[in-house]
Structures are given as C-alpha cells and as structure tokens.
C-alpha cells in the first residue's frame, strides 16, 4: 500500500509541490509510515521527506525548500523493507540523466533476483526495498534517455507497479501491465498535468479526472508540459486490477478502476443483504469501513443504520500494531459503544472484512456488554486467506483467522448468533459491472504472477 502523486503546473502554477504535499494529505489513508516530496525548478532537484503522517513532516518553511513546476509526492505503507529513514521516499538516486526521483505504490516479486544481480555488477543500496532496484536499472543503464531507460528497467522487473519518476526536466507515471494499483490523470485549472493514486487527491487540488493510466501505459511530460505522450510497456497482461481496493483501502470518495468505491461498497452490502439476510432490529456499521456496505444493507433489508459503535479517530489502525496482546487493546482504545442504542436490541453488525478476527470479537464483546439481545454479524467480502504479494500489507498465512477455522467456528470465536460473509460470487457480480480482470488472490489464492 502506498499513496503516489506526481505534478507538471500549467501556466499559473508556481509551486507544484503545494499540490503534491496536498495530494498526499488526501492520501494518507495509503500510508502513514512516512512521506516526501520532491520537486524541480528545471535545473535541480529539492527534497523533503521524514518518518511519521504528512502533516507532521511538513511545515511552511519546509514547503517553501520545493521550488519549481514539477513534483511527485509519496506516502509511504511498508510492505518491503522496514519503516526506517532510509526507506522513505521519493528515493532519489544520481543516474546518467541527472538526478532521479521515483515513488512507487505496489510490490515487485522478483527482487532478490534483481538485486543479486545489480549487486554483483558493483550496486551498492541504499535501502531495503523493492523500489530501489528500478532506480538502480535506471543508474546503471546505457539507454540514450530516462524514458528508455525506465522501459528497459520495467522489462526486468515483475510485479505491481504504479510509478512516478522524475528528472529536472521530466515527469513519468506508469502502471504495470496487469493494472494491480490505481493510478490516474487529472488536469488542474491552469492547464497542469497530474497523476495520483486516487482521485480524492485530484478534488482536493481541483484538478479534473480525465482518464486513468492505463495498465502498461507509460505517460510522458517535458518540454513545456503542456502535452502528454502515451506509450506501452511490450506484451499484453490480462488485468488484475485489485479488488481489495475497492473493497477496504481506497477511499470511498474516490473512483478507481472505473468504479466509484463508495457506490461499490454500498452495492457489496446491498448484495450481502440479498444473499444472507437476518432479523434485528437494528443495523450497526464498524466505523469507518463498514459504513458504506451498512448502507447497502439497509436498503435491501429495511432495517434501520445506527451509528452506535463510536471510533476514536486520533488513534492508528489497530491492524499494524505489532502484538497480539497490545492489538486486543487497541481496538478498545478505537472503538466504544452507545449503551443505550444497543441495549434489548438484535444487533446486525456490518463490517468489510475479517482479517484475524481480533476486531470482531473485541468489539461483539462489548456489544453483548452493552445489552444486545442477538449479535449477528455480515461481512462485505468473503474471507481472505492468502498473504499479498502485489502491494497490501496483509498478515502471514497463520494469522488469517480463515485458514485456521470454519466459517462456524470464527462464529464461535468471535461470539456471535451468526455469520455470514459475501460470496465470492457476489463480490465478482458487483465488481464486474465495469467489465474487467481482478486480481483476487487473498481469497483464492491464485497468483496472477509465479512467485518464486
Ligand atoms: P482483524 O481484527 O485482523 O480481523 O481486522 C479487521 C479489520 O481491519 C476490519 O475492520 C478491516 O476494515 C480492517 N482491515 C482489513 N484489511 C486491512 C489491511 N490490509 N490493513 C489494515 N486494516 C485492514
């Protein structure tokens, strides 16, 4: 998981690092591990980045260090390499077409080979991740240009990729040829050319969704910006655009792969309720992420949404902690319940996903403490079972509650009346009113890509 934007102003921009760092606040959800910004005047590049949430890296003085026309912007969410200072990016690396900076959202599968290899031709890195290796093809390349020299690098690696790279002069974005991460093109007032993860970043900066980067497509801007150009990455990939996106991470006010995700996660709901209806009295979304899909249930089902589970929004997510023993805690920190909404009352609960379990039964625990009768609990999406190798930070296969137990025995678990979660039918039926290919494999375990 990871936030990427990049920025060419039109005639009035001055400073597109302004957009890039806004970009990036829009795009926190993606990553909270670190950020940075790097921007060009035409002649040099100028960086600022650090550890930690964008509004804490970067202050007014920091902001005033990005001069120039273009910028890339980047949010960081560890899936390679750790947290560590030397992982934040944009990397920037000294190649043979000046300075290069590069942000990258999703996760190469083939690294170690690749970087065995720049190793033993003399490559030192810098970092512990996968991005580093397409910077480092890029350095050691003997293409006459940047954009050769990207093309050549992206040929040897295999995996997700949403990328924008930049000289002083240039401004690259890219997907890789099975679309797994969004990626999309938005036009600002002035003329300015931008790319971002998602479209809740071009709102913010009023920029205009035109299209999104296609998978394979590489879009070019230089010169005087005012134009793109458009080419492809060699040979054809069946899209794998991924599913979890529209399911969990994005944000519902943005559109992805065709699809506005708010809309998607009301009709997955919608279908839940058609597929696994139950009697209560009242329907109870998990904040934030299981609202949309309540909505959806609501509709279908007439029961009536209260919004009796409260979440304390200065806290992380509780997923990335590191132990079990403090997660369990930390969902109580997130999480508290409106006793006198819920008492006598059967209780849907609505959720998107269950990843160990440990939220579900935490917060039924503390629905039954407040006096629910019944606590029935719907899922949006079936249950997933394999780690992501393409970009989300997903736990081991050990951990997914999934592998370990049945559907009735994660009832059990987590203490509820009943469970039921969307069928992987279903959530295909939905998805696939913007015809194309998912990547699914947290739930099937089929790897659009050999891992080796
Ligand atoms: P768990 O307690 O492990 O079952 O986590 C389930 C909760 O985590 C659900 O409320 C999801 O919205 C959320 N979730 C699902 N996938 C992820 C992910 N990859 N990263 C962070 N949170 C997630």
Known sequence: MCGIVGVWGGSITTEASIFAYLGS???????????????????????????????EIFTEERLKRLPGRIAIGHNRYATTGDTGACNVQPLVAETPFGRVALAHNGNLVNTSSVRQMLTERGVLFKSTTDTEIILQLIATSKEETLLAALRKALMEVEGAYSLVVMNAKELIAVRDPRGFRPLCIGTLADGGHVFASETCALDLIEAIHV?????????????????????????????????FELVYFARPDSNVFGHNVYVTRKAFGAQLAREAPARADIIVPVPDSGVPAALGFSEVSGIPIEHALIRNHYVGRTFIEPTQSIRHFGVKVKHNVIRRVIFGK???????????????KKLIEMIRNAGARE????????????????????????????????????????????????????????????????CTTCWTSIHPIRIL
């Open 25 to 55: 606040y829009a795009q926190q959800h993606r990553g909270q591990a670190s950020a940075g910004v790097v921007s060009s005047d035409e002649e040099y590049l100028y960086q600022e980045a650090g550890v930690g949430r964008v509004r």
């Open 375 to 438: 606590v029935h609990v719907r899922v949006s999406s079936p249950p997933p079972r394999e780690p992501c190798y393409y970009g989300i930070n997903t736990p081991t296969r050990e951990e997914y509650i999934a592998n370990k137990h049945t559907v009735a025995e994660i009832c059990q678990y987590i203490n509820a009346d009943s469970l039921v979660y969307l069928s992987y039918q279903g959530m295909l039926e939905v998805a696939q009113k913007v015809p194309q290919g998912y």
């Open 346 to 360: 059967r209780v849907v609960v609505v959720d998107d996903s269950i990843v160990r379990g440990t939220t579900s």
């Open 211 to 243: 299209r999104d980067v296609l998978p394979g497509e590489i879009v070019q801007v230089y010169g005087d910006g005012k134009n793109m150009y458009c080419s492809f990455l060699p040979g054809m990939e069946r899209q794998r655009a991924c599913l």
